[in-house]
């Protein structure tokens, strides 16, 4: 192995999806970065981030919440590693609205009785194509994923808008593509990549997600995917909880598999299958990952 | 769409709004020009009686009122779309959290108050326990909203796969989440 890879230790985010509904994704995360030698220790007592609805009733509260968690971070060595694409915009937003508002930024440290550490927030996908490397990640493959077709769904918030997040190109991004590339996983080239799934209507409007999260389905079957690899504990809770639904919906049957992106890389660093929380998935890959000879 | 007429007078035109409306969302209402790409690209656009480009027309021409008795802003999504493809850098979606907020705070829960009560219920989790506790926001949600039958399917699905907390501790440093919600509080009182 070699040892620049022991180098490279982060604070750890998860937020309360990965407590729960997308604990798969956490599970796989914490076997694939330990698969890779990559250090990652949870932020005690972090707090929700506040998601759409913080700032979607109070902006105050929004970025005071993620303030805390930056603050609560900075007690932790290393960047910060954030799973969730939602977490991962509210922090990053934060930070952008705070560092040209020195009004808003009084206005925070006030609510939060502190100050607002500058420490550096990374969503997974950054530290796999960045930090550790494409390189590497190939090298670290055991089990190649060749002969798997993927549809990379990045969904809103990973790469919009522009000035936030700075992980790859807002309109035309690939960093999802190239990072499980270098698994040997062939990914297919589909038009609703960006759209979004209707996360924030999951719990209010279901029939609104039943629509947008059913052309996503469609648009991934039409162009010959296996399977959806996302980032996001909420496309994810679209896209697999309610699949079926969909699928009465529109009378169409997808019987799609929608991996957390560590699942998929963690099972192709070698971590035994039983440890990635396949059984969790509503829509089973089990038998896909057999018929691909992966299991 | 129904279209009805509109009289444009100074009686009716609210610009004090319209200002509080740039100022929370930092994002100038004149900049646009009515290309419509928001609109093209806008995942919502069906869902909604006045499309992205149409709320700033209406804004500019201080006519939110029609803004806030539709149902609009609470269909959109957050996706950031719009603010990411304008071409006069409107920050559209910032404008649709200002108005949000300022509906919020105005008329309190409307018609489209299922998205709202959602929203408050989130924030209410965070104010108690400091971390989302999904199977209470579920529950409280369907029992306030009336929908006592709806997803009653899918939350058995979701326990039997662990994927549904039954029990939640309180974090740790909850006090400190408490006051940092009373600060706000406090602040809205005074300087906000
Ligand atoms: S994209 Fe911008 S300029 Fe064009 S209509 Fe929308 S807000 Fe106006
Ligand atoms: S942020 Fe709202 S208004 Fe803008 S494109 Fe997305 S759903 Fe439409």
Redesign the interface.
């Known amino acids: 192995m070699n040892s620049t890879n022991s180098k490279l230790t982060y604070s750890y985010y998860p937020g309360?999806?990965l407590?729960?509904?997308g604990?798969e994704y956490d599970i796989s995360t914490r076997g694939l970065f330990k698969a890779l030698k990559i250090g990652l220790k949870e932020v005690p007592?972090w707090?929700?981030c506040?998601?759409?609805?913080?700032?979607?009733?109070?902006?105050?509260?929004s970025l005071?919440?993620c303030a805390?968690n930056l603050s609560l971070a900075d007690e932790v060595k290393g960047d910060l590693a954030v799973a969730c694409a939602a977490c991962f915009s509210r922090l990053k937003t934060t930070q952008h609205r705070l560092a040209d508002?020195p009004e808003k930024r009084k206005?925070v440290e006030?609510?939060?009785?502190g100050s607002v550490p500058e420490k550096k927030v990374k969503h997974l996908l950054e530290i796999l194509a960045k930090d550790y490397g494409l390189e590497q990640l190939q090298e670290a493959v055991q089990k190649p994923l060749s002969g798997l077709k993927v549809a990379c769904y990045y969904g809103?918030?990973l790469t919009?808008?522009?000035e936030v997040p700075e992980l790859d190109c807002?309109?035309a991004p690939t960093i999802m593509e190239r990072v499980i590339g270098a698994t040997g996983a062939e990914t297919v080239a589909w038009s609703h990549r960006l759209?979004?799934c209707?996360?924030?209507?999951t719990?209010?409007?279901?029939g609104?997600v039943l629509k947008?999260s059913g052309d996503i389905l469609a648009s991934a079957k039409a162009a010959g995917a296996d399977c959806l690899m996302v980032a996001c504990p909420l496309c994810h809770g679209n896209l697999d909880?309610r699949q079926k639904e969909i699928e009465e919906a529109t009378g169409t049957r997808y019987n799609m598999p929608v991996f957390y992106m560590t699942q998929l890389l963690a099972l192709a660093a070698g971590v035994p299958a039983a440890k990635l929380g396949f059984?969790?998935?509503?829509v089973s890959p089990l038998p896909l990952l057999k018929e691909k000879n992966l299991l | 769409m129904k279209h009805t007429k509109m009289t444009l007078s100074t009686e009716t035109m609210n610009l004090d709004f319209v200002r509080k409306v740039e100022s929370?969302s930092?994002s100038s209402v004149r900049r646009c020009f009515q290309c419509g790409k928001c609109t093209a690209g806008c995942?919502?656009r069906s869902?909604m009686e006045h499309p992205p480009n149409r709320i700033m027309r209406l804004l500019q021409l201080g006519q939110w009122e029609r803004i806030l008795a539709g149902r609009s802003i609470w269909?959109c999504?957050?996706?950031?779309?719009c603010?990411?493809r304008c071409p006069n850098k409107v920050?559209l979606?910032a404008i649709m959290?200002a108005l949000?907020?300022l509906s919020?705070d105005a008329n309190g829960p409307s018609k489209e108050s299922?998205?709202?009560?959602?929203?408050?219920l989130?924030?209410e989790?965070?104010k108690t326990y400091?971390?989302?506790y999904?199977m209470r926001?579920?529950a409280v949600?369907n029992v306030k909203?009336g929908q006592f039958l709806?997803?009653l399917l899918?939350g058995p699905?979701?326990l039997s796969?662990?994927?549904?907390?039954m029990f939640h501790s309180k974090?740790?440093?909850i006090t400190?989440?408490e006051?940092?919600?009373n600060?706000?509080e406090e602040?809205r009182k005074t300087?906000?």
């Open positions: 309360c999806s407590h729960a509904s604990k007592d707090l929700c506040g998601a759409t609805p913080a700032h979607n009733v109070d902006e105050l509260l005071s919440l805390k508002n206005q006030h609510a939060i009785a809103c918030l919009r808008p522009p807002t309109e759209e979004c209707g996360a924030n209507f719990l209010s409007r279901p609104v947008l909880i059984d969790s998935m509503m | 929370l930092g995942p919502m869902f269909y999504a957050s996706c950031e779309t603010s990411t920050d979606a959290d949000r907020k919020w299922y998205v709202q009560l959602a929203n408050r989130f924030i989790n965070i400091g971390r989302q999904e926001l579920g949600f909203s709806k997803d899918l699905k979701l796969r662990g994927k549904l907390k974090n740790k440093n400190e989440i006051n940092i919600f600060r706000i602040m300087v906000l």
